[in-house]
């Protein structure tokens, strides 16, 4: 069966400190793979997708950057975080829905 | 510009009642919509997905129709029960170059009171 995993759940970061945030997906290959973020209280907002190794596109310009270095894995990073980077960060993959993972919540102090 | 808009406000229904959730959306075509449930704290999950060729979709106490003309969704939920307090969240296929990339409205949520 296809899973999708997601590390840390939380997360509290001090201003102008690294990021890495990790997902990786189990049972499918080659799938299309989403960052999104979601700020208190408002929708989700599409950050980067990727439709393969080393493919990247990125729909809003911002102080993130993310990377596919294996087929099942996406990670988001920063080099230095700022107070507006705080938000709940989801990785989702693409079947007939897209499928979640269980998010990490970012607090940046 | 594209929008998807849901009604931002809470719904509170009575347990038992229908509920009815509507999704608009401007400037966009899409081939198909989804809806997904969001609880606290989790990512969305999944629900129900109709086609553009679709006027409803049903799925146990779940419905969902599609007006493209309208430009307009509605979710229902019958028989509702307080386990199907939520957020919902329609989606529709936004423009970019990542195959089917999905845009979220703002999600709209539901309170079932016992």
């Known amino acids: 069966s296809q899973t999708i995993h997601q590390w840390p759940a939380t997360l509290v970061q001090p201003v102008g400190s690294p990021l890495s945030l990790e997902c990786t997906v189990e049972g499918t290959s080659n799938p299309n793979l989403y960052w999104y973020r979601q700020a208190a209280g408002r929708g989700l907002q599409l950050l980067f997708y990727?439709?393969?190794?080393?493919?990247i596109s990125s729909e809003v310009p911002q102080n993130l950057s993310a990377s596919r270095p294996q087929d099942r894995q996406f990670i988001l990073s920063s080099k230095k975080l700022l107070l507006s980077d705080s938000g709940f960060y989801l990785c989702?993959?693409?079947?007939?829905?897209?499928?979640f993972g269980s998010g990490t919540r970012l607090t940046v102090v | 510009s594209q929008k998807i808009e849901q009604n931002s406000e809470a719904l509170n229904i009575q347990e038992g009642k229908t509920a009815t959730l509507t999704c608009n959306y401007t400037?966009?075509?899409?081939?198909?919509l989804q809806w997904y449930r969001q609880d606290p704290g989790r990512g969305p999950v999944f629900l129900l997905l109709?086609?553009?060729?679709?006027k409803e979709k049903r799925k146990e106490r779940l419905k969902v129709t599609f007006d493209t003309t309208l430009k307009q969704s509605l979710f229902h939920i019958t028989a509702s029960q307080p386990a199907d307090s939520a957020t919902y969240l329609c989606a529709l296929v936004g423009t970019g170059n990542a195959g089917n990339m999905l845009t979220f409205g703002g999600g709209t949520r539901l309170m079932v009171k016992p």
């Open positions: 989702a993959w693409q079947n007939y829905g897209y499928t």
């Open positions: 109709i086609r553009e060729n679709e």
């Open positions: 990727s439709v393969g190794i080393g493919q």
């Open positions: 400037n966009y075509s899409p081939a198909y």
